[in-house]
Nanobody, 111 residues
Framework: QVHLVESGGGLVQPGGSLRLSCAAS????????MDWYRQASGKQREWVAL???????NYAGSVKGRFTISRDNAKNTLYLQMNSLKPEDTAVYIC?????WGQGTQVTVSS
């Protein structure tokens, strides 16, 4: 089981961009997918995006066209590029690899 640590969150104005990172303590090479989830205050955890071991990506409808998920297996790191951010994107963003979950990084979109 790997340990996952997210970073890159913060406060951004509507329309702005952020790039989140998720660093794994071990190898993420192989066929396993990695995901980003988010959880807004008082709401259930919501799936955001997935990338397969081959690099194929899928997105939730609410972020499609604005967010891009990627992974660098050589650096054992997962990324989420978030553009055109909206206030409703405010949440703790959490990465997942197999049975491992990170602690999350806070993203706040507000003017």
């Amino acid at each position: 089981q790997v340990h996952l640590v997210e970073s890159g969150g913060g406060l951004v104005q509507p329309g702005g961009s952020l790039r989140l990172s998720c660093a794994a303590s071990g190898s993420i090479s192989g066929p396993y997918a990695m995901d980003w989830y988010r959880q807004a205050s008082g709401k259930q955890r919501e799936w955001v995006a997935l990338i397969t071991g081959r690099g194929n990506a899928n997105y939730a409808g609410s972020v499609k066209g604005r967010f891009t998920i990627s992974r660098d297996n050589a650096k054992n790191t997962l990324y989420l590029q978030m553009n055109s951010l909206k206030p409703e994107d405010t949440a703790v963003y959490i990465c997942r690899y197999r049975e491992s979950w990170g602690q999350g990084t806070q993203v706040t979109v507000s003017s």
